[in-house]
């Protein structure tokens, strides 16, 4: 199977000319779609068969400067859990899909309502009623049809977080109310994966890391506040279109460092902005080398 694979790949390759001059070594979808189908694999195995021979697909062209071969391949052989489906998640689905995680693992019991056509990609007009993993399994395989999804139309709970997040290798955290964020960070920690946190308010947003065990967000930054205002400070000051955009573009670049254990991730601290006025802060959380009381 593998030299009949390489035997394709290499076949199907070949220089791919880009718009502005010059040219790369690579595969196109439909040839992919040809070898996968001759061969009964997955897309994705052809994808991760023509990148480690220095073949690359042409969805992800843009990236390998970036990430390089083995990066690509390796976010394609990765799994990721995105707890919520709506402002934040819409966007982080949509952007682990066009980048090339492998696997997405998407969850959220609600359904989408007129109120969330202001800011949450995945809905449309026509889509008010619907499930919002229903269309986020649907928008994914649009974009790439080489990505497996798995959509759970559930809320979780301390019941079944386990075995829904059960081998994921990053958690992101895309809710809207604190006490099931509180909960997902400590189904994280037992799982010994990291987990991405994001939270949006008006035009002010936050994100952060948590490493397994360490459960410094929920003390550092809710501090047992989460009974007075389970939503949060968006119940207060709504969320307008352009903050879910940055806090979700953020989120997903925190996914992809973990992945590829490439970058600085912020662990151990917050990143904190205001696009009213441009600002952007990290702040260390308490029990950090460089946290504040």
Same mark, same amino acid.
């Given at each position: 199977?593998?030299?009949?694979?390489?035997?394709?790949?290499?076949?199907?390759?070949?220089?791919?000319?880009?718009?502005?001059?010059?040219?790369?070594? !690579?595969?196109?979808?439909?040839?992919?779609?040809?070898?996968?189908?001759?061969?009964?694999?997955?897309?994705?195995?052809?994808?991760?068969?023509?990148?480690?021979?220095?073949?690359?697909?042409?969805?992800?062209?843009?990236?390998?400067?970036?990430?390089?071969?083995?990066?690509?391949?390796?976010?394609?052989?990765?799994?990721?859990?995105?707890?919520?489906?709506?402002?934040?998640?819409?966007?982080?689905?949509?952007?682990?899909?066009?980048?090339?995680?492998?696997?997405?693992?998407?969850?959220?019991?609600?359904?989408?309502?007129?109120?969330?056509?202001?800011?949450?990609?995945?809905?449309?007009?026509?889509?008010?009623?619907?499930?919002?993993?229903?269309?986020?399994? #649907?928008?994914?395989?649009?974009?790439?049809?080489?990505?497996?999804?798995?959509?759970?139309?559930?809320?979780?709970?301390?019941?079944?977080?386990?075995?829904?997040?059960?081998?994921? #290798?990053?958690?992101?955290?895309?809710?809207?109310?604190?006490?099931?964020?509180?909960?997902?960070?400590?189904?994280?920690?037992?799982?010994?994966? @990291?987990?991405?946190?994001?939270?949006?308010? !008006?035009?002010?947003?936050?994100?952060?890391?948590?490493?397994?065990?360490?459960?410094?967000?929920?003390?550092?930054?809710?501090?047992?506040?989460?009974?007075?205002?389970?939503?949060?400070?968006?119940?207060?000051?709504?969320? @307008?279109?352009?903050?879910?955009?940055?806090?979700?573009?953020?989120?997903?670049?925190?996914?992809?460092?973990?992945?590829? !254990?490439?970058?600085? @991730?912020?662990?151990?601290?917050?990143?904190?902005?205001?696009?009213?006025?441009?600002?952007?802060?990290?702040?260390?959380?308490? !029990?950090? @080398?460089?946290?504040?009381?």
């Amino acid at each position: 199977m593998k030299s009949d694979l390489a035997r394709l790949i290499d076949g199907a390759g070949g220089p791919v000319s880009l718009s502005g001059g010059g040219e790369y070594t !690579g595969i196109g979808l439909a040839e992919v779609r040809r070898i996968a189908s001759e061969l009964s694999i997955s897309e994705r195995e052809v994808e991760i068969a023509a990148l480690r021979r220095k073949v690359i697909p042409c969805r992800y062209y843009r990236n390998i400067a970036s990430l390089g071969f083995e990066g690509q391949a390796r976010l394609l052989s990765s799994t990721a859990a995105v707890v919520g489906a709506g402002g934040l998640g819409g966007l982080i689905i949509e952007l682990l899909a066009r980048i090339g995680v492998g696997r997405l693992v998407l969850i959220d019991g609600d359904s989408f309502t007129e109120d969330n056509l202001n800011r949450q990609l995945l809905c449309r007009e026509g889509d008010v009623g619907r499930k919002k993993v229903e269309r986020a399994a #649907e928008r994914a395989a649009e974009v790439n049809s080489a990505i497996e999804v798995a959509a759970h139309p559930v809320f979780l709970t301390a019941e079944n977080s386990a075995g829904l997040l059960s081998g994921a #290798e990053v958690v992101i955290d895309a809710l809207d109310r604190i006490p099931v964020r509180i909960l997902l960070e400590k189904a994280a920690s037992r799982l010994g994966v @990291p987990l991405v946190h994001g939270a949006i308010g !008006g035009f002010m947003g936050q994100v952060s890391t948590v490493r397994p065990g360490a459960e410094t967000l929920s003390a550092a930054v809710y501090r047992g506040r989460e009974e007075e205002s389970p939503r949060g400070i968006e119940s207060v000051l709504g969320t @307008p279109t352009p903050t879910p955009a940055v806090a979700a573009s953020l989120e997903a670049m925190e996914a992809v460092k973990l992945l590829l !254990g490439r970058g600085t @991730p912020l662990t151990d601290e917050l990143l904190y902005f205001d696009l009213d006025s441009s600002e952007f802060s990290r702040i260390g959380l308490k !029990g950090s @080398p460089s946290g504040e009381d």
